[in-house]
């Protein structure tokens, strides 16, 4: 009672800002027309995470094919800034804070200057976005919120329930870029590479790599679960090997399930997620709950199984995006928990799985 009651505060005060945000600083934008070949993009990814980043990834490969002297530059959070740079080539990473402070905005659109196009593809502006596009000296924005009239390159409407990659490829196509090409840019690490290669040496036969955990409660499977469908899936091809993919906080945990089978093996040396792509490169294939992986996967056209909770829109905009993609639902629960997927349905999907 108590979650909800804060949660309806929240809402409210988001509301409230939003609609200060939008008296204080939007304005009419000219209508957006493609005069010239475009010189200078800014993609806003202060919330990016990596299953986004991903999706999204081939945006920078597309405008290089199209406009050979493009510069594209990237505003993201620490944390992200390698991806972007090392592997998307992005020109330059302007690096904030999660969630930084209007003079820090202010500074940061000073110091980006005149660009020919800002893009900032969030469905639902804040007042912190609506006060940085005002200070941008950008020809034009791209945007998913209409409502905003400082948006003059307006993609919401036009790609309302497609999934996020084909809203970026909409982006591309309204910008000049034709026979747009999707296809997910995959980061590769060489030391990932090198140590991931060693761990694998002494699995051999097939192998399954099995991702129990997204981000949030909602899209992490128990223990017992877990279990459950390591048993399915061994049931299903006795001679598999199953690599669980694992996060800090749960290395103990899958330790201890790993000691329970003959077949399952886990990364203990992990230290990124490049590791954990590594794996994912080698595996025959492989199961996941909605989380990043289930894009990396698509990224290297994996036979996949995704785990999601019922959500229509989430799964619209971000369903694995890959033919050889299989997908299962759990069971409606309030609040959603994604270890409310049946096992029988459970194992009658890993069957159509190991047929890919």
């Given at each position: 009672?108590?979650?909800?009651?804060?949660?309806?505060?929240?809402?409210?005060?988001?509301?409230?800002r939003r609609k200060l945000g939008l008296f204080l600083?939007?304005?009419?934008?000219?209508?957006?027309?493609?005069?010239?070949?475009?010189?200078?993009?800014?993609?806003?990814?202060?919330?990016?995470?990596?299953?986004?980043?991903?999706?999204?990834?081939?945006?920078?490969?597309?405008?290089?094919?199209?406009?050979?002297?493009?510069?594209?530059?990237?505003?993201?959070?620490?944390?992200?800034?390698?991806?972007?740079?090392?592997?998307?080539?992005?020109?330059?990473?302007?690096?904030?804070?999660?969630?930084?402070?209007?003079?820090?905005?202010?500074?940061?659109?000073?110091?980006?200057?005149?660009?020919?196009?800002?893009?900032?593809?969030?469905?639902?502006?804040?007042?912190?976005?609506?006060?940085?596009?005002?200070?941008?000296?950008?020809?034009?924005?791209?945007?998913?919120?209409?409502?905003?009239?400082?948006?003059?390159?307006?993609?919401?409407?036009?790609?309302?329930?497609?999934?996020?990659?084909?809203?970026?490829?909409?982006?591309?196509?309204?910008?000049?870029?034709?026979?747009?090409?999707?296809?997910?840019?995959?980061?590769?690490?060489?030391?990932?590479?090198?140590?991931?290669?060693?761990?694998?040496?002494?699995?051999?036969?097939?192998?399954?790599?099995?991702?129990?955990?997204?981000?949030?409660?909602?899209?992490?499977?128990?223990?017992?679960?877990?279990?459950?469908?390591?048993?399915?899936?061994?049931?299903?091809?006795?001679?598999?090997?199953?690599?669980?993919?694992?996060?800090?906080?749960?290395?103990?945990?899958?330790?201890?399930?790993?000691?329970?089978?003959?077949?399952?093996?886990?990364?203990?040396?992990?230290?990124?997620?490049?590791?954990?792509?590594?794996?994912?490169?080698?595996?025959?294939?492989?199961?996941?709950?909605?989380?990043?992986?289930?894009?990396?996967?698509?990224?290297?056209?994996?036979?996949?199984?995704?785990?999601?909770?019922?959500?229509?829109?989430?799964?619209?905009?971000?369903?694995?995006?890959?033919?050889?993609?299989?997908?299962?639902?759990?069971?409606?629960?309030?609040?959603?928990?994604?270890?409310?997927?049946?096992?029988?349905?459970?194992?009658?999907?890993?069957s159509n799985l190991f047929l890919c």
């Open positions: 009672m108590l979650k909800k009651w804060i949660s309806s505060i929240q809402l409210a005060r988001d509301i409230w600083f939007d304005r009419a934008a000219e209508k957006f027309e493609l005069n010239d070949s475009l010189k200078r993009v800014v993609l806003v990814r202060w919330d990016a995470k990596w299953g986004d980043s991903i999706v999204s990834s081939f945006v920078f490969r597309e405008w290089r094919k199209a406009y050979p002297g493009i510069k594209i530059d990237v505003i993201t959070t620490p944390n992200m800034s390698g991806l972007f740079n090392d592997h998307f080539g992005a020109d330059h990473v302007y690096e904030v804070k999660k969630r930084p402070g209007y003079s820090e905005l202010k500074k940061l659109a000073s110091e980006i200057g005149d660009i020919d196009l800002l893009v900032h593809l969030s469905k639902a502006l804040k007042m912190k976005d609506l006060y940085f596009m005002n200070k941008v000296k950008a020809n034009a924005v791209a945007g998913l919120d209409d409502q905003v009239k400082l948006i003059n390159l307006k993609l919401g409407r036009l790609t309302k329930n497609k999934h996020f990659s084909d809203k970026y490829k909409m982006l591309l196509e309204s910008t000049g870029v034709q026979q747009v090409c999707t296809d997910y840019i995959v980061p590769e690490n060489k030391l990932s590479a090198i140590n991931i290669n060693q761990f694998l040496s002494s699995i051999a036969g097939p192998l399954l790599v099995f991702n129990p955990y997204g981000s949030g409660s909602s899209r992490q499977l128990s223990k017992d679960t877990i279990s459950d469908f390591i048993e399915a899936i061994s049931s299903e091809r006795s001679a598999v090997n199953i690599v669980l993919l694992t996060m800090p906080d749960k290395k103990d945990e899958v330790a201890l399930i790993c000691e329970k089978y003959n077949n399952v093996y886990f990364y203990g040396g992990s230290q990124s997620i490049y590791d954990s792509i590594e794996i994912m490169r080698q595996a025959d294939h492989i199961i996941s709950v909605d989380t990043a992986t289930v894009h990396i996967a698509t990224g290297l056209q994996k036979p996949l199984l995704a785990l999601y909770n019922p959500d229509e829109e989430n799964y619209k905009e971000w369903h694995p995006n890959n033919n050889c993609a299989k997908s299962v639902f759990a069971q409606e629960n309030n609040p959603p928990n994604i270890n409310c997927i049946g096992q029988s349905i459970f194992k009658e999907k890993v």
